[in-house]
């Protein structure tokens, strides 16, 4: 039994019918026998779904680790003045260290104690979080040397770049018939908006992976500041009349098609 992935039902009938998850299947049987559906579904057996459950745990924890510093802020602003004139200003390393000496059990004042003890506990889930992520980058770090060292040597692709953009593409990339079609499912593929005197005119795509999408853009950012050719491939399209939006759309389109070629394919 060979399987096939289903595109989202259209928007203008999901509009009239509002979300129904039996009209949802009723339509997807429709793409299937028809024709319509007729790509081929991410394996999920090789190292880039290693890749994936990697990243979603390493997410979580990067999240985490967000939240406990915002937390620890919060605490220091609102924390009895001498222990706020200590820790107030300091880089998230420093006030991990410094959160990693304060001894409630010393202070007599129970509220003192207490915004230690608070402070204490999120400066070590903290550096717990850290290792945690150290940890969840070495695997998915060599993960990623073996499965796509091509893709890890482009300009401005690293290790979290390059993993965004192979989950994207699945453990079975051939599946994507051309670099078109990457195009299309990172969302970043041209369509048409020329209207009335304005001809020639794209609008950037709103659909496809969105964090393919943003990582192609944080790409294309990288590479505008720090690779000369982009650099004044940026500024001579924007002298002739592109926006700058115009002229990002086209440069994550140009690398949408350079990654593409640079997927492991097996």
Request: proline share 5%; aromatic share 4%; with cysteine.
């Amino acid at each position: 039994m060979s399987l096939i992935e289903v595109d989202r039902p259209n928007r203008a009938e999901r509009h009239r019918s509002g979300k129904s998850d039996p009209l949802d299947a009723v339509e997807a049987a429709r793409a299937a026998l028809s024709g319509r559906a007729k790509s081929l579904p991410k394996s999920k057996d090789g190292a880039v779904e290693a890749i994936r459950v990697l990243l979603v745990a390493k997410r979580s924890a990067r999240q985490a680790r967000v939240k406990a510093v915002t937390q620890v802020r919060h605490l220091v602003i609102t924390a009895p003045d001498e222990l706020r004139r200590r820790m107030k200003g300091l880089s998230v390393s420093a006030l991990v260290e410094e959160g990693t000496k304060l001894r409630p059990s010393r202070s007599t004042d129970p509220v003192v104690a207490a915004t230690k003890a608070a402070i204490s506990s999120l400066v070590h889930r903290i550096q717990a979080l850290e290792s945690e992520l150290d940890e969840l980058a070495e695997m998915i770090n060599a993960l990623l040397v073996a499965t796509a060292p091509d893709l890890l040597a482009l300009f401005g692709v690293g290790p979290d770049t390059a993993a965004a953009l192979l989950v994207c593409a699945g453990d079975n990339p051939e599946r994507l018939r051309s670099e078109a079609s990457f195009a299309h499912l990172c969302g970043v593929a041209p369509i048409p908006a020329s209207s009335g005197k304005s001809i020639g005119r794209y609008r950037l795509d709103s659909g496809g992976d969105r964090r393919a999408n943003s990582t192609l853009w944080r790409i294309v950012m990288v590479r505008i500041a720090h690779d000369p050719e982009t650099t004044a491939y940026f500024e001579r399209r924007v002298k002739e009349g592109r926006t700058k939006r115009e002229v990002i759309r086209i440069l994550k389109r140009y690398v949408a098609r350079e990654v593409y070629h640079h997927l492991p394919r097996g």
